[in-house]
């Protein structure tokens, strides 16, 4: 009799899992993205734009939140702050709105740059992840910042600290509009399949009310430079976030995910770039991932509809919004020699 009930579990359990396989495994882009049109490219003439987040507001507008900075591509590191642009359509075009966030200054964890944003919405309340850094004890000035632009970690140690102490914060806030208060402490420190540090947040919330974090750091053990992607738990938005012992993609060096909770197939997908291209993972209980069965979404050129390609040096920060349960836009930070901007790309329902 507990045989056969162990096996009706096990039989179960097993058509169960097959079910939800074949739910994940159905989402494809193939054929969905729309040619890319001027209003869909977010340039700015003083700034580099990157890593965009959308959220759709009750006043009805897109809100958008990203990075923005000047003078020099690599100053993001060092002066890097995190604006807000509104759209009648999350496909733009955006008007810049006001500036949200910035580093704090000495003595602040998030003291130099806010970078790399999420906008979220949970349980009433509107969170900003971000990335910041600091540099500790030492005593610098803001021409120190500058003199580590274009250089290597080896060429200077002032950047080397920097992308050490680069760590995960949240800001929170009960309007979309700010003001927004700061947690005095990062969220969550490298540990497990990560080093060095913790950054480009993820967040979702799972069906069973908890929250699913995906953080970037350096692969352990590994002399080559490659960073691993890992993935944290909490009952709470703010934290803590338990660090789980699996990676979620430690076989190829992947960067800028971005998770949301499938209602319809109830699995997890996490959307990323593997530098040529834009990847795919899914996950049946946000612990466990693997590649989608449609692991290419996107190679590294965007059509437009007046002919031109886009081709861009750089293809990073992938954010799918979706509305209504439907991917609406996927938004992508693109660098063209001296300059970067946001391409949203517009995505038709799935027939």
Known sequence: MVVNKVLLLVVLFGGM?????RRIENLSFENRFDLVTEDNLFKDPVYFNWGSSILKGEDGQYHLFYSRWKEDFSAWLTFSEIAHAISDSPNGPWVYKETVLKGRGKGHWDAITAHNPKIKFFEGKYYIYYIATNLGDMNYT???????HGKSMNQSPIRKTLRENQRTGVAFSSSINGPWERLDTPIIQPSGPITTLTVNPAITKGKDDKYYLIVKGDKPNEKRFIRNQAIAI??????PF?????PVIDY???EDMSMWYDQKRNC??????AHNYIGLVNSIDGIN???AKNFEVLKKELPMKNGKIIRPDRMERPFLFFENGEPKTLSLAVKEGNTSYTVFVPIRKDK
């Open 142 to 148: 803001e021409k120190d910042l500058f003199d580590t």
């Open 17 to 21: 899992m097959v079910s939800c396989q």
């Open 242 to 246: 338990e660090m789980q012992a699996k």
């Open 234 to 239: 909490s009952d709470s938005p703010f934290g």
């Open 252 to 254: 190829l060096d992947t």
């Open 289 to 291: 991932w693997q590649k």
């Open 268 to 273: 997890f997908y996490g959307i990323f770039h």
